[in-house]
């Protein structure tokens, strides 16, 4: 059985499989006189990594998803939502104020990750397919996005190790791909280079769970600027 991760201040959960999926305002079971209905849905991740975005919130069509706005770096875990034409829009924390909006296509049965990338002006969507496969026994999975605009093209690599995921330049992306579970200490390099740019120190991937990592921020900024370049990792699913 699979079940979604709760992570910082996202409440969001599901049981994933034949049951009924659970979410807040998004879609629920819906039953009628006769029967125990489920609309058509599919699961929606949505990270923010636009640099310079505010606390945000987000909507797909009319429904707000989040229950605690979200900054640079943070998101909700997947989330239930209709199948379709949907309008995703992302607005200023506790406001109306439109920061990005776009239409996704969602399919029925399907997993998606929604990224909010880019620069104040040059804001974009970024929209993976997730192809969601449990793990062998003693393994997790990782994939790796590059969403840094000026970055050089980056390898993840496990620091004293073997490269996992080698020249991704901005919007560049891998599958899933497994790993022993084991914890790791997780470097962004410069591609073929020894340089390193972010750093996930001493992360554990646990047997049985499916994980993204990230780059995000500038490489222009300062060491101590918020927009400086780090490496963020989301849980996408573990089975238990």
Not at 117 to 145: Q, Y
Not at 155 to 160: E, H, N, R, S
Request: charged residues 15%; glycine residues 6%; proline residues 3%.
């Amino acid at each position: 059985m699979m079940k979604n991760v709760q992570q910082n201040s996202r409440r969001w959960a599901g049981m994933v499989g034949m049951m009924c999926l659970l979410a807040v305002s998004l879609s629920s079971c819906l039953k009628n006189s006769n029967d125990t209905v489920q609309p058509p849905i599919a699961l929606l991740s949505v990270i923010n990594a636009s640099p310079d975005a505010p606390p945000l919130d987000f909507y797909l069509s009319d429904n707000k998803a989040n229950a605690y706005s979200f900054g640079f770096g943070n998101g909700l875990d997947y989330i239930s939502a209709y199948t379709g034409k949907r309008t995703a829009t992302f607005t200023a924390a506790g406001t109306k104020t439109v920061y990005k909006a776009d239409t996704l296509t969602l399919n029925e049965n399907r997993y998606y990750s929604l990224f909010l990338a880019n620069t104040a002006g040059h804001e974009e969507f970024v929209v993976l397919k997730d192809t969601i496969v449990k793990p062998a026994d003693t393994k997790a999975s990782v994939r790796f996005i590059n969403l840094s605009t000026d970055a050089p093209a980056v390898d993840l690599v496990i620091k004293d190790g073997a490269t996992l995921f080698a020249n991704k330049s901005y919007k560049g992306f891998s599958g899933f791909v497994p790993i022993n579970a084991a914890k790791y200490t997780l470097e962004v390099r410069q591609a073929g280079t020894t340089t390193v740019l972010a750093t996930i120190t001493n992360v554990m991937l646990n047997n049985g769970s499916l994980y993204t990592i990230w780059l995000q921020g500038l490489a222009a900024a300062g060491t101590i600027d918020a927009k400086k370049l780090s490496a963020k990792i989301q849980t996408n699913v573990y089975y238990y």
